[in-house]
Protein backbone atom coordinates (compact mmCIF):
# COMPACT_ATOMS: atom_id res chain seq x y z
CA UNK A 1 0.00 0.00 0.00
CA UNK A 2 1.45 3.19 -1.01
CA UNK A 3 2.38 5.25 1.98
CA UNK A 4 0.05 8.50 0.47
CA UNK A 5 -3.08 6.31 1.22
CA UNK A 6 -2.94 6.03 4.69
CA UNK A 7 -2.08 9.06 5.01
CA UNK A 8 -4.68 11.98 6.14
CA UNK A 9 -4.51 14.88 4.29
CA UNK A 10 -4.99 18.28 5.73
CA UNK A 11 -8.15 19.11 4.01
CA UNK A 12 -9.78 15.33 4.60
CA UNK A 13 -8.77 16.17 8.28
CA UNK A 14 -10.23 19.88 8.30
CA UNK A 15 -13.42 18.53 7.13
CA UNK A 16 -13.80 15.66 9.67
CA UNK A 17 -12.94 18.14 12.42
CA UNK A 18 -15.61 20.52 10.77
CA UNK A 19 -18.06 17.52 10.52
CA UNK A 20 -17.27 16.61 14.50
CA UNK A 21 -18.09 20.07 15.50
CA UNK A 22 -21.19 20.46 13.51
CA UNK A 23 -22.88 17.54 14.78
CA UNK A 24 -21.40 18.69 18.71
CA UNK A 25 -23.35 21.74 18.37
CA UNK A 26 -26.26 20.20 17.06
CA UNK A 27 -26.55 17.88 20.73
CA UNK A 28 -26.03 20.79 22.34
CA UNK A 29 -28.60 22.78 20.64
CA UNK A 30 -30.74 20.00 21.06
CA UNK A 31 -29.80 19.31 24.94
CA UNK A 32 -30.20 23.41 25.19
CA UNK A 33 -34.25 23.68 23.30
CA UNK A 34 -35.14 20.43 26.05
CA UNK A 35 -34.11 22.30 28.99
CA UNK A 36 -36.33 25.42 28.00
CA UNK A 37 -39.14 23.04 26.64
CA UNK A 38 -42.08 22.65 28.88
CA UNK A 39 -44.05 26.04 29.91
CA UNK A 40 -45.90 25.79 26.15
CA UNK A 41 -46.25 22.62 26.91
CA UNK A 42 -48.25 22.84 30.27
CA UNK A 43 -49.96 26.09 28.75
CA UNK A 44 -50.69 24.19 25.47
CA UNK A 45 -53.05 21.99 27.22
CA UNK A 46 -55.58 24.86 28.03
CA UNK A 47 -56.10 24.50 24.07
CA UNK A 48 -57.25 20.88 24.40
CA UNK A 49 -59.13 21.17 27.27
CA UNK A 50 -62.94 20.02 27.95
CA UNK A 51 -64.17 22.90 26.48
CA UNK A 52 -62.47 22.24 23.32
CA UNK A 53 -63.94 19.13 23.10
CA UNK A 54 -67.79 20.54 23.35
CA UNK A 55 -66.88 23.37 20.97
CA UNK A 56 -65.03 21.29 18.14
CA UNK A 57 -67.57 18.47 18.50
CA UNK A 58 -70.42 20.36 18.29
CA UNK A 59 -69.36 22.12 15.34
CA UNK A 60 -68.16 19.04 13.74
CA UNK A 61 -71.15 17.47 14.01
CA UNK A 62 -73.81 20.68 13.31
CA UNK A 63 -71.63 22.09 10.15
CA UNK A 64 -69.46 19.49 9.10
CA UNK A 65 -65.61 20.14 7.94
CA UNK A 66 -66.84 24.13 8.16
CA UNK A 67 -65.36 25.38 11.06
CA UNK A 68 -61.97 23.93 10.60
CA UNK A 69 -60.61 27.39 9.40
CA UNK A 70 -61.60 29.11 13.13
CA UNK A 71 -58.94 26.24 14.64
CA UNK A 72 -56.40 27.46 12.27
CA UNK A 73 -56.47 31.18 12.87
CA UNK A 74 -57.38 30.41 16.66
CA UNK A 75 -53.54 28.70 16.73
CA UNK A 76 -52.28 31.51 15.23
CA UNK A 77 -53.55 34.10 17.43
CA UNK A 78 -52.93 31.86 20.31
CA UNK A 79 -49.49 31.44 19.53
CA UNK A 80 -48.67 35.44 18.81
CA UNK A 81 -50.53 35.85 21.99
CA UNK A 82 -48.60 32.97 24.36
CA UNK A 83 -44.85 34.74 22.75
CA UNK A 84 -45.91 37.73 23.54
CA UNK A 85 -46.44 36.38 27.17
CA UNK A 86 -43.62 34.65 27.89
CA UNK A 87 -41.78 37.60 26.04
CA UNK A 88 -42.98 40.17 28.99
CA UNK A 89 -42.00 37.52 31.65
CA UNK A 90 -38.34 37.17 30.43
CA UNK A 91 -37.98 40.86 29.85
CA UNK A 92 -39.45 42.33 33.19
CA UNK A 93 -38.39 38.99 35.70
CA UNK A 94 -42.21 39.28 36.67
CA UNK A 95 -45.64 37.82 35.29
CA UNK A 96 -48.57 39.91 33.52
CA UNK A 97 -50.70 40.14 36.82
CA UNK A 98 -47.49 41.43 38.75
CA UNK A 99 -46.49 44.19 36.26
CA UNK A 100 -50.38 45.32 36.14
CA UNK A 101 -49.79 45.92 40.04
CA UNK A 102 -46.83 47.99 38.96
CA UNK A 103 -48.23 50.17 35.94
CA UNK A 104 -51.84 50.48 36.80
CA UNK A 105 -54.05 52.25 39.85
CA UNK A 106 -55.08 49.85 42.62
CA UNK A 107 -58.61 50.73 41.79
CA UNK A 108 -58.10 49.21 38.25
CA UNK A 109 -55.98 46.08 39.24
CA UNK A 110 -59.33 45.09 41.07
CA UNK A 111 -61.35 45.25 38.09
CA UNK A 112 -59.04 43.24 36.78
CA UNK A 113 -58.81 40.82 38.62
CA UNK A 114 -62.45 40.35 39.47
CA UNK A 115 -62.91 39.82 35.41
CA UNK A 116 -59.57 37.47 35.97
CA UNK A 117 -60.85 35.08 38.33
CA UNK A 118 -64.45 34.88 36.47
CA UNK A 119 -62.73 33.61 33.41
CA UNK A 120 -60.65 31.33 35.38
CA UNK A 121 -63.92 30.29 36.96
CA UNK A 122 -65.59 29.48 33.80
CA UNK A 123 -61.94 27.72 32.93
CA UNK A 124 -62.18 25.37 35.72
CA UNK A 125 -66.02 24.73 35.55
CA UNK A 126 -65.11 23.31 32.13
CA UNK A 127 -62.09 21.38 33.33
CA UNK A 128 -63.69 19.97 36.05
CA UNK A 129 -66.86 19.24 34.10
CA UNK A 130 -64.73 17.29 31.54
CA UNK A 131 -62.41 15.21 34.31
CA UNK A 132 -65.96 14.22 35.89
CA UNK A 133 -67.36 12.89 32.38
CA UNK A 134 -64.13 10.92 31.69
CA UNK A 135 -64.26 9.06 34.53
CA UNK A 136 -68.37 8.33 34.54
CA UNK A 137 -67.82 7.51 30.61
CA UNK A 138 -64.99 5.09 31.78
CA UNK A 139 -65.93 3.43 34.81
CA UNK A 140 -69.45 4.48 35.30
CA UNK A 141 -68.64 6.05 38.49
CA UNK A 142 -71.71 8.13 39.48
CA UNK A 143 -71.55 11.67 38.60
CA UNK A 144 -71.20 13.26 41.99
CA UNK A 145 -68.48 10.79 43.11
CA UNK A 146 -66.70 11.07 39.81
CA UNK A 147 -66.52 14.85 40.53
CA UNK A 148 -64.91 14.35 44.01
CA UNK A 149 -62.42 11.83 42.91
CA UNK A 150 -61.38 14.58 39.90
CA UNK A 151 -61.16 17.10 42.60
CA UNK A 152 -58.80 14.55 44.64
CA UNK A 153 -56.64 14.09 41.26
CA UNK A 154 -56.42 17.51 40.40
CA UNK A 155 -55.13 18.04 44.10
CA UNK A 156 -52.25 15.49 43.36
CA UNK A 157 -51.26 16.55 40.60
CA UNK A 158 -50.91 20.24 42.12
CA UNK A 159 -48.90 19.16 44.87
CA UNK A 160 -46.18 17.57 43.54
CA UNK A 161 -45.56 20.80 42.63
CA UNK A 162 -43.93 20.89 45.87
CA UNK A 163 -40.85 18.70 43.87
CA UNK A 164 -40.36 21.46 41.54
CA UNK A 165 -42.05 23.14 38.12
CA UNK A 166 -40.50 20.10 36.09
CA UNK A 167 -42.56 17.10 37.94
CA UNK A 168 -45.48 19.05 36.85
CA UNK A 169 -44.44 19.68 33.44
CA UNK A 170 -43.54 16.32 33.16
CA UNK A 171 -46.62 14.93 34.22
CA UNK A 172 -48.56 17.98 32.25
CA UNK A 173 -46.58 16.77 29.20
CA UNK A 174 -47.39 12.95 29.84
CA UNK A 175 -51.20 13.60 29.86
CA UNK A 176 -50.85 15.52 26.51
CA UNK A 177 -49.24 12.84 25.05
CA UNK A 178 -52.01 10.69 26.06
CA UNK A 179 -54.63 12.93 24.34
CA UNK A 180 -52.39 12.98 21.58
CA UNK A 181 -52.29 9.39 21.29
CA UNK A 182 -56.31 8.89 21.55
CA UNK A 183 -57.16 11.56 19.07
CA UNK A 184 -54.76 9.87 16.23
CA UNK A 185 -56.23 6.40 16.93
CA UNK A 186 -59.66 8.46 16.50
CA UNK A 187 -58.39 10.25 12.98
CA UNK A 188 -56.91 6.68 11.63
CA UNK A 189 -60.26 5.24 12.32
CA UNK A 190 -63.07 7.93 10.89
CA UNK A 191 -61.62 7.48 7.77
CA UNK A 192 -62.09 11.62 7.02
CA UNK A 193 -62.70 13.30 3.23
CA UNK A 194 -59.32 14.91 3.16
CA UNK A 195 -59.72 17.00 0.19
CA UNK A 196 -62.93 18.65 2.20
CA UNK A 197 -60.57 18.95 5.16
CA UNK A 198 -58.07 20.84 3.19
CA UNK A 199 -60.77 23.35 1.70
CA UNK A 200 -62.54 24.69 4.97
CA UNK A 201 -58.95 24.97 6.76
CA UNK A 202 -58.06 27.74 4.20
CA UNK A 203 -61.53 29.48 3.43
CA UNK A 204 -62.91 30.81 5.81
CA UNK A 205 -67.09 30.12 5.82
CA UNK A 206 -70.05 30.51 8.54
CA UNK A 207 -73.24 29.42 7.67
CA UNK A 208 -75.64 31.27 10.45
CA UNK A 209 -75.17 32.85 13.68
CA UNK A 210 -75.36 29.36 15.91
CA UNK A 211 -72.20 28.69 13.80
CA UNK A 212 -71.04 32.00 14.64
CA UNK A 213 -71.84 30.87 18.27
CA UNK A 214 -69.63 28.30 17.94
CA UNK A 215 -67.18 29.76 16.18
CA UNK A 216 -66.75 32.22 19.00
CA UNK A 217 -66.49 29.09 21.40
CA UNK A 218 -63.49 27.63 19.52
CA UNK A 219 -61.97 31.32 19.63
CA UNK A 220 -62.53 30.97 23.18
CA UNK A 221 -61.52 27.48 24.15
CA UNK A 222 -58.28 27.83 22.03
CA UNK A 223 -57.18 31.07 22.86
CA UNK A 224 -57.41 31.24 26.71
CA UNK A 225 -56.76 34.27 28.79
CA UNK A 226 -55.66 32.28 31.87
CA UNK A 227 -52.98 30.72 30.83
CA UNK A 228 -51.70 34.06 28.93
CA UNK A 229 -51.29 35.19 32.65
CA UNK A 230 -49.95 31.89 33.82
CA UNK A 231 -47.01 31.73 30.72
CA UNK A 232 -45.55 34.75 32.27
CA UNK A 233 -45.23 33.12 35.23
CA UNK A 234 -44.04 29.66 33.78
CA UNK A 235 -40.78 31.22 31.86
CA UNK A 236 -39.53 32.36 35.59
CA UNK A 237 -37.87 29.30 36.27
CA UNK A 238 -36.05 29.36 33.29
CA UNK A 239 -34.85 32.78 33.78
CA UNK A 240 -31.35 32.54 34.50
CA UNK A 241 -28.90 34.64 32.73
CA UNK A 242 -30.73 38.25 33.17
CA UNK A 243 -27.62 40.14 30.31
CA UNK A 244 -29.72 41.28 27.07
CA UNK A 245 -28.22 38.41 24.81
CA UNK A 246 -29.37 36.11 27.88
CA UNK A 247 -32.82 37.33 27.49
CA UNK A 248 -32.67 37.29 23.73
CA UNK A 249 -31.49 33.60 23.98
CA UNK A 250 -34.13 32.28 26.34
CA UNK A 251 -37.00 34.48 24.12
CA UNK A 252 -35.24 32.13 21.23
CA UNK A 253 -35.80 29.14 22.94
CA UNK A 254 -39.32 29.96 24.43
CA UNK A 255 -40.63 31.01 20.88
CA UNK A 256 -39.65 27.17 19.42
CA UNK A 257 -41.21 25.55 23.00
CA UNK A 258 -44.64 27.70 22.09
CA UNK A 259 -44.22 26.90 17.98
CA UNK A 260 -44.07 23.19 18.89
CA UNK A 261 -46.91 22.82 21.85
CA UNK A 262 -48.61 25.07 19.92
CA UNK A 263 -49.43 23.12 16.68
CA UNK A 264 -49.43 20.00 18.49
CA UNK A 265 -52.51 21.35 20.25
CA UNK A 266 -53.93 22.71 16.82
CA UNK A 267 -53.86 19.43 15.66
CA UNK A 268 -55.46 17.41 18.16
CA UNK A 269 -58.45 20.43 18.06
CA UNK A 270 -58.52 20.10 14.28
CA UNK A 271 -58.66 16.51 14.83
CA UNK A 272 -61.75 16.41 16.90
CA UNK A 273 -63.79 18.59 14.39
CA UNK A 274 -62.41 16.20 11.64
CA UNK A 275 -63.55 13.64 13.29
CA UNK A 276 -66.91 15.00 14.77
CA UNK A 277 -67.49 16.13 10.91
CA UNK A 278 -66.68 12.57 9.23
CA UNK A 279 -68.65 10.59 12.06
CA UNK A 280 -71.87 12.52 13.56
CA UNK A 281 -72.22 14.94 10.54
CA UNK A 282 -71.76 12.15 8.31
CA UNK A 283 -74.17 9.43 9.51
CA UNK A 284 -76.82 12.28 10.32
CA UNK A 285 -76.34 12.81 14.37
CA UNK A 286 -76.27 16.10 15.64
CA UNK A 287 -74.50 15.53 18.78
CA UNK A 288 -76.31 17.76 22.34
CA UNK A 289 -74.01 15.97 24.85
CA UNK A 290 -70.64 14.53 25.54
CA UNK A 291 -72.17 10.91 26.84
CA UNK A 292 -73.74 10.82 23.07
CA UNK A 293 -70.89 11.82 21.35
CA UNK A 294 -68.90 8.80 23.64
CA UNK A 295 -71.95 6.16 22.88
CA UNK A 296 -72.38 7.01 18.85
CA UNK A 297 -68.60 6.72 18.69
CA UNK A 298 -69.06 2.54 19.42
CA UNK A 299 -71.30 1.28 17.28
CA UNK A 300 -70.37 3.89 14.59
CA UNK A 301 -66.31 2.84 14.89
CA UNK A 302 -65.98 0.65 17.59
CA UNK A 303 -65.31 0.24 21.20
CA UNK A 304 -61.76 1.14 20.63
CA UNK A 305 -63.04 4.56 19.48
CA UNK A 306 -65.00 4.98 22.56
CA UNK A 307 -62.62 4.09 24.66
CA UNK A 308 -59.81 6.51 23.07
CA UNK A 309 -62.56 9.25 23.45
CA UNK A 310 -63.00 8.68 27.18
CA UNK A 311 -59.24 8.42 27.96
CA UNK A 312 -58.75 11.52 26.21
CA UNK A 313 -61.16 13.36 27.89
CA UNK A 314 -60.51 12.18 31.25
CA UNK A 315 -56.71 13.31 30.57
CA UNK A 316 -57.89 16.38 29.41
CA UNK A 317 -59.97 17.59 32.35
CA UNK A 318 -57.17 16.61 34.56
CA UNK A 319 -54.46 18.24 33.36
CA UNK A 320 -56.20 21.07 32.20
CA UNK A 321 -57.70 21.27 35.91
CA UNK A 322 -54.00 21.26 37.17
CA UNK A 323 -53.11 23.85 35.02
CA UNK A 324 -55.99 26.16 35.78
CA UNK A 325 -55.07 25.95 39.28
CA UNK A 326 -51.98 27.02 38.59
CA UNK A 327 -53.15 30.20 37.01
CA UNK A 328 -55.60 31.27 39.21
CA UNK A 329 -52.97 31.30 42.18
CA UNK A 330 -50.87 33.65 39.46
CA UNK A 331 -54.00 36.02 38.87
CA UNK A 332 -54.98 35.92 42.72
CA UNK A 333 -51.29 36.88 44.11
CA UNK A 334 -49.84 39.22 41.28
CA UNK A 335 -52.71 41.51 40.55
CA UNK A 336 -54.06 42.15 44.74
CA UNK A 337 -51.52 40.48 46.61
CA UNK A 338 -54.37 37.99 47.72
CA UNK A 339 -52.84 34.15 49.10
CA UNK A 340 -55.52 31.94 48.96
CA UNK A 341 -54.34 27.63 49.71
CA UNK A 342 -54.92 26.46 47.00
CA UNK A 343 -57.15 23.41 48.52
CA UNK A 344 -59.65 26.19 49.48
CA UNK A 345 -59.87 27.93 46.16
CA UNK A 346 -60.05 24.69 44.34
CA UNK A 347 -63.06 23.22 46.74
CA UNK A 348 -64.44 26.87 45.78
CA UNK A 349 -64.45 26.07 42.57
CA UNK A 350 -65.87 22.81 42.39
CA UNK A 351 -68.77 24.15 44.02
CA UNK A 352 -70.65 25.19 40.83
CA UNK A 353 -69.84 22.22 39.05
CA UNK A 354 -71.16 19.64 41.45
CA UNK A 355 -74.08 21.68 41.70
CA UNK A 356 -74.46 21.65 37.97
CA UNK A 357 -74.17 18.12 37.95
CA UNK A 358 -76.75 17.60 40.72
CA UNK A 359 -79.73 19.70 38.96
CA UNK A 360 -79.07 17.43 35.75
CA UNK A 361 -77.91 20.56 33.58
CA UNK A 362 -76.64 19.63 30.24
CA UNK A 363 -72.54 19.65 30.88
CA UNK A 364 -72.47 20.51 26.85
CA UNK A 365 -74.24 23.49 26.80
CA UNK A 366 -72.55 24.53 29.98
CA UNK A 367 -69.06 23.58 28.07
CA UNK A 368 -69.60 25.39 25.26
CA UNK A 369 -71.24 28.53 27.07
CA UNK A 370 -68.32 29.25 29.64
CA UNK A 371 -65.99 28.64 26.79
CA UNK A 372 -67.71 32.18 24.93
CA UNK A 373 -67.73 33.58 28.63
CA UNK A 374 -63.78 32.90 28.02
CA UNK A 375 -63.84 34.89 24.24
CA UNK A 376 -65.48 38.51 26.29
CA UNK A 377 -62.90 38.52 28.70
CA UNK A 378 -60.17 37.48 26.45
CA UNK A 379 -59.46 41.18 25.28
CA UNK A 380 -58.32 42.32 28.95
CA UNK A 381 -55.16 40.30 28.94
CA UNK A 382 -54.48 41.18 25.21
CA UNK A 383 -54.90 45.18 26.33
CA UNK A 384 -52.89 45.32 29.60
CA UNK A 385 -49.74 43.10 27.60
CA UNK A 386 -50.06 45.39 24.72
CA UNK A 387 -49.80 48.29 27.04
CA UNK A 388 -46.95 47.05 28.95
CA UNK A 389 -44.68 45.25 26.74
CA UNK A 390 -44.38 48.72 24.47
CA UNK A 391 -42.63 50.41 26.95
CA UNK A 392 -38.70 50.06 27.29
CA UNK A 393 -38.05 51.66 30.43
CA UNK A 394 -40.11 47.98 31.42
CA UNK A 395 -39.20 45.64 28.84
CA UNK A 396 -35.64 47.25 27.86
CA UNK A 397 -34.67 45.90 24.19
CA UNK A 398 -37.54 43.25 23.92
CA UNK A 399 -39.79 46.48 23.97
CA UNK A 400 -42.57 45.20 21.16
CA UNK A 401 -41.86 46.75 17.62
CA UNK A 402 -44.75 48.44 15.83
CA UNK A 403 -45.44 45.33 13.66
CA UNK A 404 -46.15 43.33 16.48
CA UNK A 405 -48.55 45.93 18.44
CA UNK A 406 -50.23 46.28 15.36
CA UNK A 407 -50.88 42.62 15.13
CA UNK A 408 -51.70 42.74 19.09
CA UNK A 409 -54.47 45.50 17.98
CA UNK A 410 -55.71 43.39 15.19
CA UNK A 411 -56.40 40.58 17.01
CA UNK A 412 -58.27 42.73 20.07
CA UNK A 413 -60.20 44.17 17.11
CA UNK A 414 -61.00 40.56 15.48
CA UNK A 415 -62.19 39.27 19.21
CA UNK A 416 -64.06 42.83 20.25
CA UNK A 417 -65.44 42.65 17.03
CA UNK A 418 -66.95 39.35 16.91
CA UNK A 419 -68.21 39.37 20.55
CA UNK A 420 -70.04 42.35 18.84
CA UNK A 421 -72.18 40.59 16.37
CA UNK A 422 -72.56 37.77 18.41
CA UNK A 423 -74.45 40.18 21.39
CA UNK A 424 -76.16 41.82 18.02
CA UNK A 425 -77.52 38.04 16.98
CA UNK A 426 -78.53 36.79 20.14
CA UNK A 427 -80.80 40.18 21.62
CA UNK A 428 -82.24 40.73 17.66
CA UNK A 429 -82.84 37.22 17.36
CA UNK A 430 -81.41 37.12 13.88
CA UNK A 431 -79.72 33.83 12.50
Given at each position: ????????KP?????F?????????????????L??????????????D???????????????????????????M??????????????T???????????????TN?????I??L?????????????????????RI???Y????????????C???K??QK??????????????????????????A???????????????????L??????G?T??????????????????????????K??K???L?????????????????I???????????????????H???????????S?????????S??S???????????????????????????????????I???????????????????????P????????I???K?L???????????????????????L????L?????G??
Open positions: MDREDVMIRHFFRTNIVKKNRNTVEGSKGLKFLGPAFVVSVAYIPGNFATNISGGSKFNYALIWVILWSNLAIFLQIMSAKLGIAGHNLPEMCAMVFKKRWIFWIAEGAMATDLAEFLGGTLGLYLLFPMIAGLLTGVLTFFIYMEYGVVELIITLLVAVICIAYSIELILAKPWTQVGIHTIIPNLPNSEALIAVGMLAVMPHVIYLHSQLVQYRCNDNSDSGKAHLMEKDVIIAMNIAFIVNAAMVVSAAVFHKNGIVVDTIEQAMSLKPLLGSLSGAFGIALLAGLSSAVGTLAGQTIMKGFVNLSIPVNVRRLITMIPALIIAIGINPMNTLVLSQVALSFILFPIIQMLTAKRDMGALANKIITRVIGILIAIIIISNAVLYLTFTRS
